[in-house]
């Protein structure tokens, strides 16, 4: 049976999260007067991003909230014992320069016009329905997706089965009917493969070579190839760059 829907992860898939971080956590450290202690704005950030990772990782396992996870990240890179409320404060501030730099990737919205006659689209987030509603609308894409589901909501992430069949389940088709892109090999590229859809992993840096690349999902460095992919007849997108 032919694909009739694509679930999207956003970070670092549709958002291009890495930039709006470095971006944003730059200007807040500027902000914040926290660079003495380092080398260089760099070593900060990434300092910030292992944090972030491990604290997410956390999350993931179902060992803190998402609230939590983030009043920690800040708490471990601050090396402070914060109130809740502090820790909320600080995380907002930075929020406030990571938002301006905001933006999605370029391949977005062609692919998404490609494809919006000939497949039903959702999204499915390791993240909150507070943060990835809003920030699809600030993006201008929140009315591309039929639904919208994120793990902080559904109580299971990805790599689980549950959260996959989860958006299979709010589109009313069975897992082989489903694409899913992300950028994750393992979260989402394996995950989504595992769990009975077709994987489609976007990997725009090519940084892993096949050997180490994970079996099951199609590897493509733009989503301008996604629709070759999906066999539609959109006269869009390019022969893939791995095979």
Not at 36 to 52: C, H, L, N, P
Not at 208 to 227: M, N, V, Y
């Amino acid at each position: 049976m032919s694909i009739r829907a694509v679930v999207w992860d956003v970070d670092d898939t549709l958002f291009d999260y890495t930039t709006a971080d470095r971006v944003g956590m730059r200007a807040h450290l500027l902000a914040e007067g926290l660079l003495d202690g380092y080398d260089s704005v760099e070593q900060a950030i990434v300092r910030w991003r292992k944090i972030t990772d491990a604290q997410w990782a956390r999350f993931s396992a179902g060992e803190a909230t998402f609230q939590g996870q983030r009043r920690d990240r800040v708490r471990v890179f601050l090396g402070q014992e914060l109130t809740d409320a502090e820790a909320d404060a600080w995380f907002e501030r930075y929020i406030g320069h990571y938002e301006i730099a905001w933006a999605l990737f370029p391949d977005v919205l062609p692919v998404l016009d490609a494809l919006a006659a000939s497949h039903r689209h959702a999204v499915l987030s390791n993240s909150s329905i507070h943060v990835q509603d809003r920030k699809l609308r600030v993006l201008g894409v929140h009315g591309r997706f039929e639904a919208i589901l994120c793990a902080a909501e559904l109580g299971v992430s990805k790599p689980e089965a549950g959260a996959f069949h989860a958006a299979c389940e709010a589109l009313d088709l069975a897992p082989h009917q489903v694409a899913y892109v992300g950028d994750h090999p393992e979260i989402d590229g394996r995950g989504a493969a595992d769990a009975g859809l077709l994987s489609v992993w976007i990997d725009r840096d090519g940084a892993r070579t096949s050997d180490d690349a994970p079996a099951g999902p199609h590897r493509i460095a733009s989503l301008s190839e996604l629709p070759a992919i999906l066999g539609s007849d959109t006269r869009f997108g390019a022969p893939s760059t791995f095979r």
